[in-house]
T-cell receptor
Framework: GQQLNQSPQSMFIQEGEDVSMNCTSS?????WLWYKQDPGEGPVLLIA?????ELTSNGRLTAQFGITRKDSFLNISASIPSDVGIYFC???????????FGQGTRLTINP | DAGITQSPRHKVTETGTPVTLRCHQT?????MYWYRQDPGHGLRLIHY???????DKGEVSDGYSVSRSKTEDFLLTLESATSSQTSVYFC?????????????FGSGTRLTVV
């Protein structure tokens, strides 16, 4: 079946550092999404990407839909303590109405 | 903001007992989903529904059943709970029926099977 390989699995950084994580797959997707999950809560959508090559920003977050449609990355600039959490990539084929998720990247920030 | 609530938020049950988790939405969305979250596996789809009485299996459906008798409610039943079903369960709704603009998730149910 379709799988998303997300890396790294965990990150330990200093406050103020930039963060980069990515998702790759052997399958082609038409939509890539990035979610963040805070402890004890469900994931919340950060950024959605619908076109190959698309680069989208949301504040300090920037995500790109890979040109091959098989990958995506998420960058966070100048990290702050509230960025702590688990970040998930997700993807789907248009019309499928089912998302497949990566394994998650757990971000820890040392003040 | 899409209204989606899960109940209960926490449950401890014994091996072999049936358990039902409830997901309730207030905005008449057609698509609803049940995922489980486990360390190292991310979110895995158990079952989903595309309308009243219309459901389909996900990638980890064994040992689970679902029912949707009303648009607003999607129930997940563990027919005979096992320790491997200890997990956090999330319900989600799709906020668009024609294009996925992203799911909205509930706050989760933490289930422990002892």
């Amino acid at each position: 079946g379709q799988q998303l390989n997300q890396s790294p699995q965990s990150m330990f950084i200093q406050e103020g550092e930039d963060v980069s994580m990515n998702c790759t797959s052997s399958s082609i997707f038409n939509t890539w999404l990035w979610y963040k999950q805070d402890p004890g809560e469900g994931p919340v959508l950060l950024i959605a990407l619908y076109k190959a090559g698309e680069l989208t920003s949301n504040g300090r977050l920037t995500a790109q839909f890979g040109i091959t449609r098989k990958d995506s990355f998420l960058n966070i600039s100048a990290s702050i303590p509230s960025d702590v959490g688990i970040y998930f990539c997700a993807a789907t084929i248009q019309g499928a109405q089912k998302l497949v998720f990566g394994q998650g990247t757990r971000l820890t920030i040392n003040p | 903001d899409a209204g989606i609530t899960q109940s209960p938020r926490h449950k401890v049950t014994e091996t072999g007992t049936p358990v039902t988790l409830r997901c309730h939405q207030t905005e008449n969305h057609r698509y609803m989903y049940w995922y489980r979250q486990d360390p190292g596996h991310g979110l895995r789809l158990i079952h989903y529904s595309y309308g009243v009485k219309d459901t389909d299996k996900g990638e980890v459906s064994d040992g689970y059943s679902v029912s949707r008798s009303k648009t607003e409610d999607f129930l997940l039943t563990l027919e005979s709970a096992t320790s491997s079903q200890t997990s956090v369960y999330f319900c989600a709704i799709s906020v668009s029926d024609r294009r996925i603009y992203g799911y909205t998730f509930g706050s989760g149910t933490r289930l422990t099977v002892v």
